[in-house]
T-cell receptor, first 114, second 112 residues
Framework: DQQVKQNSPSLSVQEGRISILNCDYT??????FLWYKKYPAEGPTFLIS?????DKNEDGRFTVFLNKSAKHLSLHIVPSQPGDSAVYFC?????????????FGQGTILTVHP | DAGVIQSPRHEVTEMGQEVTLRCKPI?????LFWYRQTMMRGLELLIY????????DSGMPEDRFSAKMPNASFSTLKIQPSEPRDSAVYFC??????????FGPGTRLTVL
């Protein structure tokens, strides 16, 4: 029972273009969403988050969009850089930011070509 | 500024042996999490401590797995006896505010 799904195992993008990573969830109790980035042989690192009371959050080149009615969120990276090549995980939690039980998606491998 | 420290980084053992993974969270963080990453199941939470107390262990696969946090600066995840299907990368993470978790580099466990 995969409550958080990243249906694209991989994505390949040219440097300078936009990368769009997608994530779907099924649990309507989720109210806080996060994106993590993971390089090989390292642990995931927090990238950006969004509360369910918002539909967009922006941090530099990274923007997360949330569509609650569709139970869908996406991460936009503009412009994409070769250093962005990594595995991206979306995660969700029910109970707000104070509760730590994250449910992760399977991850999407992003490759940005120079 | 030291992040989350895990040891060992790699562990190879034989089926039936006891395995102990160690974690030192970031100083001042009050929550600690153990995750397992596999190709089949992705990244899944095993157990979650808050102020050294286990809050949710519903992700622990079976009785062969146990976790302890004797103090705020140390936690262990033990597998006894280990089985080949336990082979995975095990991550420890810590946080001050539950959701923004800082992960360690992981321990790659191989059970032969």
């Amino acid at each position: 029972d995969q409550q958080v799904k990243q249906n694209s195992p991989s994505l390949s993008v040219q440097e300078g273009r936009i990368s769009i990573l997608n994530c779907d969830y099924t649990n309507s109790m989720f109210d806080y969403f996060l994106w993590y980035k993971k390089y090989p042989a390292e642990g995931p690192t927090f990238l950006i988050s969004i509360s369910s009371i918002k539909d967009k959050n922006e941090d530099g080149r990274f923007t997360v969009f949330l569509n609650k009615s569709a139970k869908h969120l996406s991460l936009h990276i503009v412009p994409s850089q070769p250093g962005d090549s990594a595995v991206y995980f979306c995660a969700a939690v029910a109970g707000g930011t104070s509760y730590g039980k994250l449910t992760f998606g399977q991850g999407t491998i992003l490759t940005v070509h120079p | 500024d030291a992040g989350v420290i895990q040891s060992p980084r790699h562990e190879v053992t034989e089926m039936g042996q006891e395995v102990t993974l160690r974690c030192k969270p970031i100083s001042g963080h009050n929550s600690l999490f153990w995750y397992r990453q596999t190709m089949m199941r992705g990244l899944e939470l095993l157990i979650y401590f808050n102020n050294n107390v286990p809050i949710d262990d519903s992700g622990m696969p079976e009785d062969r797995f146990s976790a302890k946090m004797p103090n705020a600066s140390f936690s262990t995840l033990k597998i006894q006896p280990s089985e080949p299907r336990d082979s995975a990368v095990y991550f420890c993470a810590s946080s001050l505010r539950g959701t923004e978790q800082f992960f360690g580099p992981g321990t790659r466990l191989t059970v032969l």
